[in-house]
């Protein structure tokens, strides 16, 4: 990795290019669990107050501040600490703050200072340089990021749409290993390494990206983010007009209406869905649990109930309260599908966007190249939707849609070799290359056809 940093490049994008004020955010670099409410006690603090510090990581803000793993927090910057706000009041530090923690380590109190270090940067390698840039979508600023092969000339596109969590994809692709916290990366590597310019572009309140929180997020909101994300890829000098769009999971749908608008040469998807987003939704709620292991008795009660409950409140626009206080026998269903009146950490609007859209008539205008892919161990996502799209695409333009099974491939891109297998150890599996193999020759076959 640090030869990487004394590569020297044979080239950078001009100041007017990617002139970025975006700031930087701190990174503290270790996690916390809470104190017990008898610790809390010990140190005159209120329950749900106080945290108790893990491994520092090395090289970042806790490291050079010297916390230790098992401190006790009790305060940063003179604010009692909390479990709940403590990423909240980090995020609203740049980097360069000062930081000041209280800690209590062998009964002793000390007192921890020093800056709150930004969060480490993609240092690029000896194929590619990475450019930390922005675009700005309703007056706020999101991370896009970029990199940029070393040698000279126009090069390929490729726009990475990610999935529905909120997790920040600002990591270094050359040692991504596809685990949680690096979803997606070896595949981002895979045409960043090839003389792709890749953009990755970050959420609203994730990374360095402005706006949020993240439950508020409508889906249209969010729709016009990726498009002027694919419009800044596309309008740089050094990319030529094969630019390929991937959607993963939710990105596969956030996908066909971000290319109607700003067409490329091909868009590929995976373990997305087509159809109306409420039968997806019933079929989610009675596969997962078969997967699972549920039996047949209680699969039916619960796509009963969820159908039910789904309908009220998806279809007709009713609220939660709304449908427990008309029908209390529904009202378990509703606590558990909408807790603390959300789905899925979302607000409602959200979902209800969602579900008014008519995926097909999308798909149906798009003149272009089309890959979907469903992972044979994916049990997230089905292939009927995959083959769906592929039909969509070809009853319009013949021969431009294609349908494939990536072979031992599950919804987060992990090798696992049947469904059941995935559903035990989801998150917990490595990396699969099937999925970028098929990309990657179905990229280079659409561009071998001048």
């Known amino acids: ?147 940029r092969p070393r040698t000279p000339g126009k090069h390929p596109g490729f726009f990475f749409i990610q999935g529905f969590s909120p997790v920040s994809y600002d990591f270094v692709l050359s040692t991504a290993t596809g685990d949680v916290a690096s979803l997606d990366g070896p595949l981002l590597h895979k045409f960043a390494d090839t003389g792709f310019v890749t953009m990755r572009v970050e959420k609203p309140g994730v990374g360095d990206s402005e706006g949020g929180p993240f439950a508020e997020l409508d889906y249209q909101q969010e729709i016009g983010i990726y498009r002027t994300a694919l419009a800044q890829l596309k309008g740089q000098s050094f990319v030529d007009p094969d630019v390929f769009v991937f959607g993963h999971s939710m990105g596969g749908s956030f996908g066909p209406m971000v290319v109607a608008d700003e067409p490329v040469r091909g868009i590929a998807v995976y373990g997305t869905a087509a159809r109306t987003w409420f039968e997806f939704l019933l079929d989610t709620i009675r596969y997962q649990g078969l997967v699972a292991g549920d039996n047949f008795v209680n699969t039916d009660e619960k796509a009963r109930k969820g159908a039910r409950v789904m309908a009220e409140v998806m279809l007709l626009g009713r609220s939660p309260e709304e449908v427990k206080e008309a029908q209390p026998e529904l009202a378990p269903w509703v606590d558990a599908f909408f807790p603390g009146g959300l789905f899925n950490g979302k607000t409602l609007a959200f979902w209800r966007q969602l579900n008014e859209i008519n995926f097909a008539s999308y798909w149906a205008r798009l003149d272009t190249q089309v890959l979907a892919i469903h992972g044979e161990s994916d049990f997230v996502a089905y292939a009927v939707d995959h083959q769906l799209i592929a039909d969509i695409v070809n009853g319009r333009h013949p021969g431009q849609g294609r349908f494939v099974c990536a072979p031992q491939s599950d919804h987060l891109l992990h090798s696992f070799a049947t469904e059941q297998e995935s559903a035990r150890q989801f998150q917990h599996g490595k990396y699969s290359p099937s999925v970028e193999t098929i990309v990657a020759e179905w990229i280079a076959e659409v561009r071998s056809r001048k």
């Open 1 to 147: 990795m640090l030869l990487s940093l004394l590569i020297p490049v044979l080239f950078l994008a001009s100041p007017s290019d990617f002139a970025d004020p975006l700031p930087r955010r701190g990174s503290l670099g270790v996690g916390f669990t809470p104190l017990t409410g008898k610790q809390a006690e010990e140190h005159g603090l209120a329950r749900g107050e106080g945290l108790v510090a893990g491994t520092p990581a090395p090289g970042l803000s806790a490291e050079k501040l010297g916390l230790q793993s098992g401190d006790r927090v009790l305060r940063l910057n003179g604010e009692v600490v909390r479990s709940s706000t403590i990423q909240g009041v980090l995020r609203g530090l740049p980097a360069g703050s000062a930081l000041s923690l209280e800690v209590v380590r062998a009964g002793q109190v000390l007192k921890l200072d020093g800056p709150l270090l930004e969060r480490p940067r993609d240092p690029g390698t000896a194929s590619y340089e990475v450019i930390y840039s922005h675009i700005v979508h309703d007056g706020q600023r999101m991370r896009t990021i970029i990199t």
